[in-house]
């Protein structure tokens, strides 16, 4: 990988973050503003401050859970094994997800690369009848 991609990539990384941050602070923003009629502005803070929290409670949950590690079987096929890890880890998932969306849209050759692999690997395989 070359500088200029890398820097693209840190580029687009550093975007989506900053777009994160200004949807949290927007949402944030309308909480208060919504409690704040209620409450008044002290009020309307603590209900933000409190909404945020647990949403940061919930996220620390579903990144840090502990998924019992269950028998390996050997007759399990990679896909099968695939889907069962993106059910118990969620996030890492959907990590996975973006990363191999960003490879292939850069390089659709990979995409093409791998599907060769995949059904050549299939045609290769003897029928177990």
């Known amino acids: 990988m070359n500088a200029r991609r890398l820097l693209n990539l840190a580029a687009a990384f ?18 208060y503003a919504t409690a704040r009629v209620w409450l008044g502005p ?21 990144a840090t859970r502990k998924v019992a590690p269950e028998q390996a079987a050997e007759d399990v096929s990679l ?13 890492i998932a959907a990590g996975a997800a973006a990363a191999i969306l960003t490879i292939v849209v850069r390089n659709p050759g990979v995409l093409t690369a791998v599907l060769s692999a995949f059904l050549a690997g299939q045609a290769a395989k003897p029928d177990g009848k």
């Open 79 to 91: 896909v099968d094994r695939l889907m069962q890890m993106a059910k118990e880890r969620p996030l």
């Open 42 to 62: 002290a009020g309307g803070a603590a209900v933000t401050a409190a909404v945020f929290a647990v949403v940061a409670v919930g996220i620390a949950v579903l």
């Open 14 to 31: 550093a975007a989506v973050a900053a777009a994160a941050v200004a949807c949290v602070i927007a949402a944030a923003f309308a909480v």
